[in-house]
Structures are given as structure tokens and as C-alpha cells.
């Protein structure tokens, strides 16, 4: 059984950092695509980061690249996110998702989720 777990939100003024990070248990993390994803009030859940299982390809949505960073330790079954530059409309619940994915890292299918952790930039 696969459970994500994942932490390192927070309040931060605009134009601040944050690391999340999400913790993997289970077995073979090397063989799932990663994703992170977030969901602010009102709005559809948006995936933002991807990377493939050996973090070789990653994968941002427009809104956050060259602000946003994913890395993954697969000794230590961890998958980071490094935000940069936040914005308020960076606002939002951030979720770590595992599941089956592309070589570059341009497709995910969630399979498993974590719990979320709230990021409020203000401004």
C-alpha cells in the first residue's frame, strides 16, 4: 500500500520560497511518475510539476516554470517541490500524487494522492 504524506506549506509573503516535500511509502517509488498538484478555492485541481521515475524528465505548467523546482531522492523515496518567486495567486492547497506516467514526463495518471498541505502567499 502507497501513502504520500506531504508537508513544508505555509504562510510566506509574496516574492518568498517555500520547499514542500512529500514522503513516499510503499514499494518500487522508482517506477511512478510524481506529480505535484494544486487546488486553489473555487478552482479545478491543476497539475503543475511532473517528474518521471528517475527524475531525469520534468515537466511545468506555464504559470510556474522557472519558479518552481521538482527533484526526487529515490534513496529516500522523497519527491520535493521548491517554489521561488511566489505570487498570492500562488495560493492554494498542494498535493503530491503518484501514479503511472511518460518518459517525459508530460502525462500523469494519479493513482494515489497525499492529504494536501495549504500554501497562502500574501501580498
Known amino acids: 500500500q502507497v501513502q504520500l504524506v506531504e508537508s513544508g506549506g505555509g504562510l510566506v509573503q509574496a516574492g518568498g520560497s517555500l520547499r514542500l516535500s512529500c514522503a513516499f511509502s510503499?514499494?518500487?517509488?522508482?517506477?511512478?511518475?510524481m506529480g505535484w498538484f494544486r487546488q486553489a478555492p473555487g478552482k479545478e485541481r491543476q497539475r503543475i510539476a511532473t517528474i518521471n521515475g528517475s527524475g531525469g524528465s520534468k515537466h511545468y505548467v506555464d504559470s510556474v516554470k522557472g519558479r518552481f523546482n521538482n527533484s526526487r531522492d529515490n534513496t529516500e523515496k522523497k519527491v520535493y517541490l521548491q517554489m521561488n518567486s511566489l505570487k498570492p495567486e500562488d495560493t492554494a492547497v498542494y498535493y503530491c500524487?503518484?501514479?503511472?506516467?511518460?518518459?517525459?514526463?508530460?502525462?500523469?495518471?494519479?493513482?494515489?494522492w497525499g492529504q494536501g498541505t495549504q500554501v497562502t502567499v500574501s501580498s
Open positions: 510503499g514499494r518500487s517509488f522508482t517506477i511512478y511518475t
Open positions: 500524487a503518484a501514479g503511472a506516467g511518460n518518459s517525459d514526463a508530460t502525462w500523469l495518471k494519479p493513482t494515489y
